[in-house]
């Protein structure tokens, strides 16, 4: 079946523009992740929804990121004003239902370059 | 708050040796510990994850990981790589048993025959 999709799996922006960043996750898939993997780092925590709400996002960090889940399936990570900083490989995973028993499947990513 | 540290950033090891990826790991609380791999070109997968029980856990493709909680390490080893095996691997922490997991910054292994 169909693993999660990330979309665009890469987007150069100016700095000071807006981004979207869509991920559509396993269908069924009730959890969803954002992770952001800076270069020679590890990817780092952003956001998890259950279902529609956000149930933690205590690893956004900033308020020039904010992420949607309006509908319980396909998310959007939005970041306003872009800033160098921002560019890095941003990460979608879902998982069946956000417990142990249920691994993390990550999405190849989008690779997001702030000129 | 917790920490994940990979020794190695890059474990270059010839086919058919055997392989052991470092992690050590600090946390204030309990803690389940996974290993993930990624291919090259593709996502991150689950290798392997310790979340109670036997402290060795094995994966489907011959890896296997002991947690050692005195030692706060959960090393990765494999006895025998293949090529295929050429990938980067991270280790991770979590103080829940779900997602929101800290990851360490990766060791890249390369085999070469």
């Known amino acids: 079946g169909a693993g999660v999709s990330q979309t665009p799996s890469n987007k150069v922006t100016e700095k000071g523009k807006y981004v979207e960043l869509r991920c559509d996750p396993i269908s069924g898939h009730t959890a969803l992740y954002w992770y952001r993997q800076s270069l020679g780092q590890g990817p780092e925590f952003l956001i998890y929804f259950q279902g529609t709400g956000a149930a933690d996002d205590s690893g956004l960090p900033n308020d020039r990121f904010f992420a949607v889940r309006p509908e319980g399936s396909v998310s959007t990570l939005k970041i306003q004003r872009t800033e160098r900083g921002d560019s890095a490989v941003y990460l979608c995973?879902?998982?069946?239902?956000?417990?142990?028993?249920?691994?993390?499947?990550f999405g190849n990513g989008t690779r997001l370059t702030v000129t | 708050a917790q920490s994940v540290t990979q020794l190695d950033s890059q474990v270059p090891v010839f086919e058919e040796a055997p392989v052991e990826l470092r992690c050590n790991y600090s946390s204030s609380v309990s803690v389940y510990l996974f290993w993930y791999v990624q291919y090259p070109n593709q996502g991150l997968q689950l290798l392997l994850k310790y979340l109670s029980g036997s402290t060795l856990v094995e994966s489907i493709n011959g890896f296997e990981a002991e947690f050692n909680k005195s030692q706060t390490s959960f090393h990765l080893r494999k006895p025998s790589v293949h090529i295929s095996d050429t990938a980067e691997y991270f280790c991770a922490v979590s103080e829940y048993s779900w997602g929101k997991l800290q990851f360490g910054a990766g060791t890249q292994v390369v085999v070469t025959p």
């Open positions: 995973a879902s998982s069946f239902e956000g417990s142990g028993n249920s691994p993390l499947h």
